[in-house]
């Protein structure tokens, strides 16, 4: 079975674009996650959506957002960048089925975004 | 609120020595506690998990952890370290009726031949 994919795999911006990350989870997974890693702050919580959901999210600015579609694909968008956008973001699928407790989140590679 | 603590930024281990990675944290009620690992240029890999039940976990390449409730912490350990070991290992939780994971800062592990 195919793991979480991400698209691109690197990005370079100026400050003031704007950018469109894809995630594509594992088959059947229903549920994805998005998180932004820093060597500094690890790794930040963005939000996370089920069957097109928002269920959760974090602790960011409205400039992040994000949706996930019928098939589950996700994607999340990063409007007017900022420097400090920089960072390696991360997707996670998990199945998320009744009855199951807290099910394993499996990661992608991640996209590695730069902003200057 | 809710954290989680890794208190050492790097551990040294030499190879066939046991290795220990600290983790504990702060979330009301009893969270559910995982363990993962990140390789250079590559996502998170999972370890383990604690659901509930014995305190001990075992997970994957040999890799274990405790939980110990009255410290809150949550530790990883394995009996003999490899070089092959060596990688960035992330603590989290998620609080049970939530869908929010919160992760440590990382620890990195560094295994000496």
């Known amino acids: 079975k195919a793991g979480v994919t991400q698209t691109p795999r690197y990005l370079i911006k100026t400050r003031g674009q704007q950018v469109t990350l894809s995630c594509s989870p594992i088959?059947?997974?229903?549920?994805v996650s998005w998180y932004q890693q820093t060597p500094g702050q690890g790794l930040q919580f963005l939000f996370e959506?089920?069957?097109?959901?928002?269920?959760n999210k974090g602790n960011f600015p409205g400039r992040f957002s994000g949706r996930q579609f019928s098939n589950s694909r996700s994607e999340m968008n990063v409007s007017t960048l900022e420097l400090g956008d920089s960072a390696l973001y991360l997707c996670?699928?998990?199945?998320?089925?009744?009855?199951?407790?807290?099910?394993?989140?499996?990661f992608g590679p991640g996209t590695r975004l730069t902003v200057l | 609120a809710q954290s989680v603590a890794q208190p050492e930024d790097q551990v040294n281990v030499a190879e066939g020595n046991p290795l220990t990675v600290k983790c504990t944290y702060s979330?009301?009620?009893?969270?559910?506690l995982f363990w993962y690992v990140q390789y250079p240029n590559r996502g998170l890999q999972f370890l383990l998990k604690?659901?509930?039940?014995?305190?001990l976990v075992k997970g994957s390449y040999g890799f274990e952890a405790e939980f110990n409730k009255s410290q809150t912490s949550f530790h990883l350990k394995k009996p003999s370290a490899l070089v092959s070991d060596s990688a960035l290992y992330f603590c989290?939780?998620?609080?049970?009726?939530?869908?929010?994971?919160?992760f440590g800062t990382g620890t990195r592990l560094k295994v000496l031949a």
């Open positions: 989290a939780v998620r609080g049970r009726g939530t869908y929010k994971y919160i």
């Open positions: 959506y089920f069957s097109e959901t928002q269920r």
């Open positions: 996670a699928s998990s199945l998320e089925v009744a009855g199951v407790v807290a099910d394993t989140q499996y």
């Open positions: 979330v009301s009620g009893n969270p559910y």
């Open positions: 088959s059947g997974h229903r549920s």
């Open positions: 604690y659901i509930t039940g014995d305190n």
